[in-house]
């Protein structure tokens, strides 16, 4: 078991070290993350204030004011999220072509005996398809389930700060 875990986590160090050129459009991405994630947040918030502060109390001015507010907040969380995939697409796609090019390059040196024993359509399967689906759970799953446990974090500590008891 210790074998398979200290080869995993090579195999996890080589991988991640072609998101090195890319670590500060990654810390962009994970600022925008957290940004988006407390506009997304604040939308509830601000949903609680238009039902208990404006519209019960018949405040217009502040109807109007939350309104925009709230319009604001889910425009900018919109923009900023969007923004986010984008960074994280492009990082994606760069990775992906240069693991492709070297996995290619890598291949195509290969000795003659190697490639009389596989088929060509095998062996671009193998390189497009594996390294796509492995650069895609590694941006796309990961930011994804860092989203959604970010997410649920926040929310419980709105509702502990809205009413713990």
């Known amino acids: 078991m210790k074998r398979k875990t200290a080869k995993s986590i090579r195999l996890l160090t080589?991988?991640?070290?072609?998101f090195r050129p890319f670590k500060r459009r990654i810390a962009l991405g994970f600022v925008l993350l957290v940004v988006g994630l407390f506009l997304s947040l604040i939308q509830p918030v601000i949903?609680?204030?238009i039902i208990d502060k404006a519209l019960l109390q018949g405040n217009i001015a502040l109807l109007n004011?939350?309104?925009?507010?709230?319009?604001g907040a889910a425009l900018l969380s919109y923009l900023v999220s969007t923004y986010r995939q984008?960074?994280?697409?492009?990082?994606?796609q760069k990775v992906?072509?240069?693991?492709?090019?070297?996995?290619?390059?890598?291949?195509?040196?290969?000795?003659l005996d190697f490639h009389n024993q596989q088929s060509p359509g095998y062996l671009m399967s193998r390189v497009d398809g594996d390294v796509g689906?492995?650069?895609?759970?590694?941006?796309d799953r990961y930011v994804q389930t860092l989203v959604d446990l970010l997410t649920l974090l926040g929310a419980a500590v709105i509702l502990v700060l809205l009413s713990w008891e």
């Open 86 to 92: 984008y960074i994280f697409a492009v990082i994606q």
């Open 133 to 139: 689906n492995l650069a895609g759970v590694m941006t």
């Open 47 to 49: 949903s609680m204030a």
């Open 14 to 18: 080589r991988f991640l070290r072609y």
């Open 96 to 111: 992906i072509l240069k693991l492709r090019r070297e996995l290619t390059t890598h291949v195509l040196h290969l000795p």
């Open 65 to 71: 004011i939350l309104g925009l507010t709230f319009l």
